[in-house]
């Protein structure tokens, strides 16, 4: 199968760091995405990746090693508004379309005052 | 990035009448879009793909009966919910196929049956 397995929930402190973390089956990655829902809404693009290392925008960065199939997103400096529920995102090339993307099951972010 | 509209926002319906609900890609002309349902607290579970011009994919466990997909132009995908129960009862989420970067959603559907 293509499991995406990702933390269910995490608690962080206003204005600290909180790594959420991301593994994936590597036979047949074609890119990675992380994705912000909050309750009730659509996803909204986070990141990137395709290539190893560090993507960095603005408090948000992310990570890729495609040889580990993992991958982690970084929120620093950490808001109440960025309390949501982060979705880990893979592409395959084994998908029936080349643009489908298969969804970890998301991770509950709560950050506490 | 590209806008992805759905109608309606939300909708409540009786058991066993039917509901559609309506994709369209904004600015962006989608010869593919996506149709996801979202269980409270769960992920997004992708339904089919749906494909201008020619007959939409349903994953496995969808019933292609139940869920009809029309994607007659390159800007509007129609899901129909046909005989709706409550179980059916979720959050139904459309995205066009966008580029090798990036997918963009729409608002979602939220969809009650009473």
């Known amino acids: 199968g293509q499991n995406i397995d990702q933390p269910t929930e995490m608690t962080a402190t206003e204005g600290a760091i909180v790594q959420i973390n991301c593994t994936y089956q590597?036979?047949?990655?074609?890119?990675l995405f992380w994705y912000q829902q909050h309750a009730g809404e659509a996803p909204t693009f986070l990141s990137y990746n395709v290539l190893d290392g560090l993507e960095e925008k603005g408090r948000f960065s992310s990570f890729l090693s495609r040889s580990k199939g993992y991958s982690y997103l970084l929120l620093k400096e950490l808001q109440m508004k960025d309390s949501a529920s982060y979705l880990c995102?893979?592409?395959?090339?084994?998908?029936?379309?080349?643009?489908?993307?298969?969804f970890g099951s998301g991770t509950q972010l709560t950050v506490l005052p | 990035g590209a806008v992805v509209s759905q109608h309606p926002s939300w909708v409540i319906c009786k058991s066993g009448t039917s509901v559609k609900i309506e994709c369209r890609s904004l600015d962006f002309q989608a010869t593919t879009m996506f149709w996801y349902r979202q269980f409270p607290k769960q992920s997004l579970m992708l339904m089919a793909t749906s494909n201008e011009g020619s007959k939409a994919t349903y994953e496995q466990g969808v019933e292609k009966d139940k869920f009809l997909i029309n994607h007659a132009s390159l800007t509007l995908s129609t899901l129909t919910v046909t005989s709706a129960h409550p179980e059916d009862s979720s959050f139904y989420i459309c995205?066009?196929?966008?580029?090798?970067?990036?997918?963009?959603f729409g608002p979602g559907t939220r969809l009650t049956v009473t």
């Open positions: 590597t036979s047949g990655f074609n890119g």
């Open positions: 995102a893979v592409r395959f090339s084994s998908s029936g379309s080349a643009r489908q993307l298969t």
């Open positions: 995205s066009d196929s966008g580029n090798s970067y990036e997918q963009y």
